[in-house]
Nanobody
Framework: VQLQASGGGLVQAGGSLRLSCTAPRNIFQFDSMGWYRQAPGKQRELVAVITNRDRTDYGDSVKGRFTISRGNAKNSVNLQMNNLKVEDTAIYYC????????????????????WGQGTLVTVSS
C-alpha cells in the first residue's frame, strides 16, 4: 500500500508549509491518520493525528502552530504548519493506524499500520 504524500521542502524560520497525505480508497476504516517526524539522531515522534471520530492530537512542541484537518478526498489529511522553527526540521512520515481494507477479492483485511516513505522538511534560520 502506498500513501501519497506531498508538500515539504525548504522554508525560513517563521514561515509556513502544508503537508498532504492520501491513503488508498480501498481502506474503509482506520483508527487515526496523521503525521510523525524523525530528526537526525532522535526517535520518531508524534506531530499530529486525527481519529476516526475527528478528535485531534498534537505533539507538545507543535501545539498552537500546526493544524491537522481532513482533506476533501476520501482518506486524506492535511497538515498546516505555521511559524516553523529550526527544530521542526525532520523527515515527516504519514501514518494510517489500524487500517481495514478490502482486498481484490472483496475480503476485509486488517493491518497494524501503514507508513509513507517520508518527506523532508527543512527550516533554516
Amino acid at each position: 500500500v502506498q500513501l501519497q504524500a506531498s508538500g515539504g521542502g525548504l522554508v525560513q524560520a517563521g514561515g509556513s508549509l502544508r503537508l498532504s497525505c492520501t491513503a488508498p480508497r480501498n481502506i474503509f476504516q482506520f483508527d487515526s491518520m496523521g503525521w510523525y517526524r524523525q530528526a537526525p539522531g532522535k526517535q520518531r515522534e508524534l506531530v499530529a493525528v486525527i481519529t476516526n471520530r475527528d478528535r485531534t492530537d498534537y505533539g507538545d512542541s507543535v501545539k498552537g502552530r500546526f493544524t491537522i484537518s481532513r482533506g476533501n478526498a476520501k482518506n486524506s489529511v492535511n497538515l498546516q504548519m505555521n511559524n516553523l522553527k529550526v527544530e521542526d526540521t525532520a523527515i515527516y512520515y504519514c501514518n494510517v493506524d489500524k487500517p481495514v481494507e478490502t482486498n481484490p477479492s472483496g475480503e476485509w483485511e486488517a493491518r497494524d499500520a501503514y507508513w509513507g516513505q517520508g518527506t523532508l522538511v527543512t527550516v533554516s534560520s
